[in-house]
């Protein structure tokens, strides 16, 4: 069993940054694939990135957002930069023991372990 707490998020100025953390337990974090997921008002969960071997990311976030993750430490960063309003969301990090698949690993089926979510709210 893995749990997840995210921290970090707040009210930010378009064009300003921030940096969410998921904080997990367990003593296997290292095998994880860990990902970012965003929902905002009235619209479905939605895909932002994910770390395993390496990352990748929706197009939406390309080249502001970033994912690290420091094992020792069982976590895992979302840093995002130049932020939109359109990224005003709850952002929820989630974790499976296995890597997903090229294909699948945007899915939100394919994670076991969600955290309960940390809102964001950028400002034009």
């Known amino acids: 069993q893995v749990q997840l707490v995210e921290s970090g998020g707040g009210l930010v100025q378009a064009g300003g940054s921030l940096r969410l953390s998921c904080a997990a337990s367990g003593r296997t974090f290292s095998m994880y694939t860990m990902a970012w997921f965003r929902q905002a008002p009235g619209k479905e969960r939605e895909f932002v990135g994910v770390?395993?071997?390496?990352?990748y990311y929706a197009d939406s976030v390309k080249g502001r957002f970033t994912i690290s993750r420091e094992n020792a430490k069982n976590t895992v960063y979302l840093q995002m930069n130049s932020l939109k309003p359109e990224d005003t969301a709850v952002y929820y990090c989630a974790a499976s023991p296995y890597w997903p698949g090229s294909y699948a690993y945007n899915h939100r089926e394919q994670y076991n372990y969600w955290g309960q979510g940390t809102q964001v709210t950028v400002s034009s």
């Open positions: 770390i395993r071997w390496t990352d």
